[in-house]
């Protein structure tokens, strides 16, 4: 019979977990682990048995009536033996009866409709790889790229515009994401001062993470994406998650046919009903396991 231990995760587990999002070729790096704890520790738990973590599953509410669950992840050894369902007890005490979201992969999305997980909605890809940037056609976008934060652009304001478009104030996830020093956030300013559009990568020593970038119009997303590449060194991979079908990976893919390259696809899934996102304003998002867009 399994002795193990479900417990709120800490602080001090955050190597333990960073490996086992290795383990299952997630490779976050340690930053965005950390990065997605902090958003929301209280609902964050983890699988130990005789001091080793072996299972994390972690569950963020984003308001009253909304919430998300990601990095839900059992080591291989130790499955089949009801340690994920147990981690999905004890996230759902923490989320209660609020509209849960996940993105799932296909191996997962059968699973996840029997856990009642039935309103499917957009898909999105990891893309990984090298972006040569002088291949992207930029078009006048009518905006000066700020680095935040900055005399011009303040929090309050970034979290205005995050809001409008992921529908769901998460000031906490937001701090959290763009605080530390491995990650870059840019603004993109229109002519009478207003935020039309931001972007944020992370870096850290074995992965850096693309997104979110969000943007009025195509012409200002792409903007983002060249000035948050070109923060990078030559030959680094890049992690991001993308909409499927949208145009402008679509263009990157046809000048990167070598070195930028699509992996799996997840499928966005609601336990009640779609929280609606302007699909045509997002380039990438944060992560497929902090929130749903």
Known sequence: MSTTKIRLMGPEDLAEVTLLTEMVSWNY??????ALFESDPEGSFIAELQGKVIGVIMGFNLSEKEAFVGMWIVSESWRGQRIGTRLWQRMK????????????????????????????????????GTIATEKIKL???????????????????????????????????LRTWIKDKSTIT????????????????KRDSNYTNL??????????????????????????????HVPVGNEILQELLSQNKSTFKVHDEFTRMFLK?????????????????????
């Open 93 to 128: 005490e923490h989320t209660g009866d609020r509209n849960l979201c996940t993105f799932s992969g296909a191996e997962r999305v059968g699973p996840n409709k029997r856990l009642g997980f039935t309103v499917e909605s957009w898909k999105i890809c990891h893309v990984s």
């Open 211 to 240: 997104g979110p970038i969000y943007g009025e119009t195509p012409a200002i997303m792409k903007t983002l994406l060249v000035s948050l590449v070109d923060k990078t060194t030559i030959g680094e991979i890049i992690n991001t």
């Open 273 to 293: 009903y779609e929280v609606k996102a302007p699909l045509e304003k997002i380039f990438a998002i944060a992560s497929p396991d902090g929130s749903h867009c």
């Open 139 to 173: 078009e006048e976008d009518h905006c000066v790229v700020s680095t935040f934060p900055s005399r011009e652009v303040q929090f309050d304001g970034l979290l205005h515009y995050d809001t409008k478009i992921h529908t769901i104030e998460r000031e906490r996830f």
């Open 29 to 34: 790096g340690q930053e965005v682990v950390r």
């Open 186 to 201: 840019l603004v993109a300013i229109g002519r009478t001062g207003e935020i039309i559009g931001y972007g944020a990568i």
